[in-house]
């Protein structure tokens, strides 16, 4: 079973993962969380400046998951392969021909795995962002960026009529057991 968990940036989506796969392992489920690879390459080169990088990681971000799936029966995310298009979609200068070129690579392994995904869980903005390691090189509007980006990784979905379960609740405890519930593992967990 393949979980992504998607929505804007400073949502708890890194947080959920990791509190659902930490319960799913302690109730004995064979479970890894797959770590955002757009977060080790932010830490490692500093935020991406092309759309080539989104490529990479789009790439990387495909690779990691697949090495997960080799090894586990539940897989959960915190990004996508496909999310790297959204960003892409930013960068793209669509009178450069590279880019364009670059554009269609990155929009291509999206169509590829966007489908792979069990379930997909979307956390709505609920929370103002906080500057970390990742988004400390963002504007200081970083409230106003990540609902641009929410809105477009909503469109992405829609376009490509992707099913997505809505999470409404703000409670990480609350948010795994709904979680939990709607994959088919009805036990409640408490911390």
Known sequence: MKIAIIGASGQGKTTLVKSLVGLLK???????DVVEYARSYIEKNGLPESIWEQLQISNGQWKRERRANEKYDIVVCDSTAWLASVYA???MDKTK???VYAFRKVLK??????SEYDYC???????????DSVRSEWDDDL???????DKKV??????????YIRVECTDNMDRVNYIRQCIGIDKPLVQ
Not at 26 to 32: M, V
Not at 154 to 163: G, H, N, R
Request: net charge negative; charged share 30%.
């Open 109 to 114: 392994r999206a169509l590829e795995t966007y």
């Open 89 to 91: 979609s930013y960068m």
């Open 121 to 131: 869980f979307y956390l709505p903005k609920m929370f103002e962002v906080q500057k």
């Open 154 to 163: 909503m469109a992405f979905m829609e376009l490509f009529d992707i099913k």
């Open 143 to 149: 409230n106003k960026q990540a609902e641009t980006i």
């Open 26 to 32: 302690s109730d004995h489920y064979n479970a890894i």
């Open 97 to 99: 021909s590279k880019d």
